[in-house]
């Protein structure tokens, strides 16, 4: 899970470390969805709920001002 928040925020590849500004933004967002257990676990052993959950978090990571949503009370 801190893979793909790496992926999709920072601008040097994975493989070169993650920085800890990433680290603190990908816990503070899955914080604000109830998910930041879930930040060390690899994305393949993600039930549904909790990649949805996930998903969430990485959208809301760059402050949009509308998020849609299918299904919002699942």
């Not at 920085?19 to 994305?43: F, G, I, M, T």
């Not at 993600?46 to 978090?57: D, I, M, P, Y």
Request: with cysteine.
């Amino acid at each position: 899970v801190l893979d793909l928040f790496a992926v999709a925020t920072q601008r040097r590849p994975v493989w070169l470390g993650i920085s800890r500004k990433v680290e603190a933004s990908a816990r503070r967002y899955l914080s604000l969805v109830e998910a930041e257990r879930l930040l060390s676990r690899p994305l393949g052993k993600l039930s549904g709920g909790e990649l949805q959950r996930v998903q969430l978090a990485l959208a809301l990571e760059c402050d949009p001002e509308i998020v849609l949503v299918d299904e919002p009370v699942a």
